[in-house]
């Protein structure tokens, strides 16, 4: 291998064992789920156990001008870790320590631990860590806290800053930062542990995170429900949203109905134009009398079949099913995964808009979504091989944002603009906006070294 001054020095500082530089092997950190094709290729992928090694690696990127991607487990659909040309990877993936404290409730988690690892370790306690991707068995903490993630639950427990009371974070010059803490209530100061919740790896690289734990969550009742139209199932999620609060209200579309069933076989009725999957994890009888409105919510709203079930095994199936709609889609073909969300009114304006969008560019859209809040994700569905195909998913994309936003919505609920959406933010934020969020950039990352081309785009 020929020699250069970056490699030679990660190579004297951290050694052979966590400095990854041969091609083959780069190759595997060029992409997230996203799949950009515009993915670079990076000069090492620094594979960091520790604090100390992220410094490390920092330091030698911010004196050699090099740029830095951070990575988790390479879960985005954003194309928020999407390798650079030349680039540094900083790769959290061996930072994999849990420690759960039942006293105070609380958990210490190094970035690159599982989601579900997280959740497995609160549990042993009796205690529950709510935010739940649904790529929660291989996506990171690390990068649910970069990207601020939410799940199916995040109707009534909240999104990933909810939970987040304290981080440790390399900054752009190599130092390490605490932020917060193992308090429940802390004002001193500016909230700049949240500042980094959501910043995509553009402000620093978080080490360690300290997460709130709640006590663990009841037996949950579900009901699904079938619809013949689309606008009858979002009436259901305007008027169940209206009387109450479920722990889950989420969507799926004809087109994710039929791909799901095509991979699990649940006898899920592939002729409906969508189904409802709604949760309640009140105490029995509340659940009982919650589940009992839904229902009758959704036969107003002109539901043909609905099914309730209080058995844990069930529930979880169902739960599954809803988990598998964007991997049972992806079968069908390449995918542009849309991350849009409105206000609940508009929430039938933007399914039916999409609808549109997807008839009038002769594209394939799913829509799956956590329709108790807004957040959905439009599914393109297309040939990357070829070219007219591409062209026409690449326009819907930016139709669908465009509407989002008409309808006073959002480019992104919960997988961030990564690269992909990057070109939309500064007509989401508005100049002024846009103009604060390049100022912190700018005062915490002058050489732009942190995962450039990322959230802002050029600067």
């Known amino acids: 291998m020929t020699s250069h001054p970056v490699i030679d020095a990660l190579l004297a500082e951290l050694g052979a064992d966590a400095v990854i530089t041969h091609a083959d092997s780069l190759e595997a950190y060029r992409h997230d789920r996203a799949n950009d094709p515009n993915a670079g290729t990076p000069l090492a992928v620094v594979r960091a156990a520790s604090t100390e090694d992220v410094q490390a690696a920092v330091r030698i990127a911010a004196r050699e001008g090099v740029a830095i991607v951070p990575r988790g487990?390479?879960?985005?659909?954003?194309?928020?870790?999407?390798?650079?040309?030349?680039?540094?990877?900083?790769?959290?993936?061996?930072?994999?320590?849990?420690?759960?404290?039942?006293?105070?409730?609380?958990?210490?988690?190094?970035?690159?631990?599982?989601?579900?690892?997280?959740?497995?370790?609160?549990?042993?306690?009796?205690?529950?860590?709510?935010?739940?991707?649904?790529?929660?068995?291989?996506?990171?903490?690390?990068?649910?806290?970069?990207?601020?993630?939410?799940?199916?639950?995040?109707?009534?427990?909240?999104?990933?800053?909810?939970?987040?009371?304290?981080?440790?974070?390399?900054?752009?010059?190599?130092?390490?930062?605490?932020?917060?803490?193992?308090?429940?209530?802390?004002?001193?100061?500016?909230?700049?542990?949240?500042?980094?919740v959501g910043s995509e790896g553009t402000l620093g690289i978080v080490t360690e995170i300290v997460l709130r734990l709640i006590p663990a969550q009841q037996p949950p009742t579900t009901l699904v429900a079938m619809f013949p139209t689309l606008a009858g199932a979002m009436q259901a999620v305007v008027d169940i949203k209206a009387a109450m609060r479920p722990s889950m209200l989420e969507f799926m579309d004809q087109v994710a109905i039929n791909a799901v069933e095509d991979v699990m076989r649940m006898e899920l009725d592939r002729t409906a134009a969508a189904m409802l999957l709604v949760q309640s994890d009140e105490s029995e009888a509340v659940a009982a009398a919650q589940i009992v409105a839904i229902e009758a919510f959704c036969e107003a709203a002109g539901a043909t079949e609905c099914y309730a079930t209080s058995d844990p095994d069930e529930s979880e199936a169902l739960i599954e099913a809803r988990r598998m709609a964007i991997p049972a889609v992806e079968r069908r073909g390449a995918l542009l995964l849309e991350d849009v969300g409105v206000p609940l009114p508009h929430l039938g304006d933007l399914v039916e808009g999409v609808a549109q969008i997807a008839e009038r560019n002769g594209v394939e859209i799913s829509i799956v979504a956590h329709a108790g809040d807004g957040n959905t994700h439009p599914l393109l569905v297309f040939d990357r091989e070829d070219a007219v195909q591409s062209t026409r998913a690449e326009r819907a994309f930016g139709e669908v944002m465009d509407l989002a936003m008409e309808l006073g919505g959002t480019i992104t609920g919960e997988h961030?603009?990564?690269?992909?959406?990057?070109?939309?933010?500064?007509?989401?934020?508005?100049?002024?906006?846009?103009?604060?969020?390049?100022?912190?950039?700018?005062?915490l990352d002058p050489d732009n070294i942190m995962n450039p081309g990322a959230v802002f785009g050029p600067l």
């Open 416 to 443: 961030g603009v990564g690269r992909l959406k990057q070109p939309w933010l500064a007509d989401y934020l508005g100049d002024d906006v846009l103009e604060l969020n390049l100022r912190i950039k700018r005062a």
């Open 73 to 196: 487990a390479g879960s985005g659909l954003s194309g928020g870790s999407s390798a650079v040309d030349g680039a540094i990877v900083i790769s959290l993936e061996r930072m994999r320590q849990i420690a759960i404290d039942p006293t105070v409730q609380m958990a210490v988690v190094q970035p690159g631990a599982f989601n579900a690892e997280v959740k497995a370790a609160a549990a042993a306690h009796g205690l529950w860590y709510p935010p739940d991707p649904s790529s929660q068995e291989f996506c990171s903490i690390g990068g649910n806290v970069a990207t601020n993630a939410g799940g199916l639950c995040c109707v009534k427990y909240g999104v990933t800053t909810d939970y987040v009371l304290g981080l440790t974070v390399v900054l752009a010059d190599g130092r390490a930062v605490k932020l917060g803490g193992p308090r429940l209530k802390d004002v001193a100061g500016l909230s700049l542990t949240k500042l980094f």
